[in-house]
C-alpha cells in the first residue's frame, strides 16, 4: 500500500528548500503525479501539522528556543562532517571508477586498433580476390573466344572435308562407271575378236574353197 503521507512529507520538503510554496499541485507533481483525492487528505494533515509546529515555535520559551538553535547548530555541524567524510568516499570512489572506466578505454581503444587492422587486411584480401576474380573471368573470356576460333575452324575443316569427301566419291563413282564400261568394252572386244576370229577362219576356207575353182588346168 502507498504511504502517500510520506510522499507528501518528501514533496514538501523538496518544495521549501527551493524556497517555493507548498501546494497540493506542486506536491503532486514533484511526488510524480497522482490523483487530488488520494494526495488531498495527506496534504490537509500537513498542512496542519505544519501550522501546529509554527504555533509551537512562536510559544516557545526564549531558552528553549536557544536550546534548539545550539541542537540544530550541532546537527548542521554533524551533517557537514558526515557529508566531507561522504565527500571523500565518493571522490576516492569516483577515483577508482575514473581508473577503471581509463583501463576499459584503453582496452576498447586497442580493441578497436586490432578490429582496424583485421578490416584493412580484410580489405586487402578482398581487393586481391576481386583481382584475381577479374583476372579469372578475363582468361575465361580468352579461352572462350579461342574456343569459340577453334570451333570455327574445325567446321570450316570439316566443310573442306566434307567436300573433298563429295569429291572423292564422284571421281570414286566416275572410276566405276569407266571400270565398268572397261569391262563392257573388254566384252564387246572379246566378242568381236571371237567373231573376227571366226570370220578369218570362214575367209580363210573360202580362200580354199575359190582357190580349188580356180586352179589351171594340166
Excluded at 528548500?17 to 511526488?31: D, N
Aim: aromatic share 4%; charged share 35%.
Amino acid at each position: 500500500m502507498i504511504d502517500y503521507k510520506s510522499k507528501v512529507e518528501q514533496a514538501t520538503d523538496t518544495i521549501l528548500q527551493r524556497g517555493e510554496k507548498p501546494t497540493l499541485h506542486r506536491v503532486m507533481k514533484e511526488a510524480g503525479g497522482g490523483s487530488p483525492n488520494v494526495f488531498g487528505p495527506a496534504f490537509r494533515d500537513w498542512k496542519e501539522k505544519r501550522k501546529q509546529e509554527e504555533i509551537a515555535a512562536k510559544e516557545a520559551p526564549k531558552e528553549m528556543l536557544e536550546l534548539f538553535n545550539r541542537i540544530g547548530a550541532q546537527v548542521w555541524i554533524e551533517c557537514q562532517r558526515l557529508a566531507s567524510r561522504n565527500i571523500d568516499v565518493i571522490w576516492s570512489h569516483s577515483q577508482e571508477l575514473r581508473q577503471e572506466f581509463e583501463s576499459e578505454l584503453h582496452d576498447v581503444r586497442n580493441e578497436l586498433s586490432e578490429v582496424k587492422t583485421a578490416r584493412d587486411d580484410a580489405t586487402k584480401i578482398f581487393e586481391k580476390l576481386r583481382q584475381q576474380l577479374a583476372d579469372t573471368i578475363a582468361q575465361q573470356r580468352a579461352a572462350e573466344q579461342s574456343n569459340e576460333k577453334l570451333r570455327l575452324e574445325i567446321e570450316a575443316e570439316r566443310g573442306a572435308s566434307t567436300q573433298a569427301r563429295i569429291r572423292v566419291e564422284k571421281v570414286q563413282t566416275t572410276l566405276t562407271l569407266s571400270e565398268r564400261r572397261i569391262k563392257e568394252l573388254e566384252q564387246t572386244n572379246a566378242v568381236l575378236q571371237t567373231d573376227l576370229n571366226v570370220s578369218r577362219d570362214e575367209a580363210s576356207n573360202l580362200r580354199g574353197q575359190l582357190s580349188r575353182y580356180t586352179r589351171p588346168a594340166k
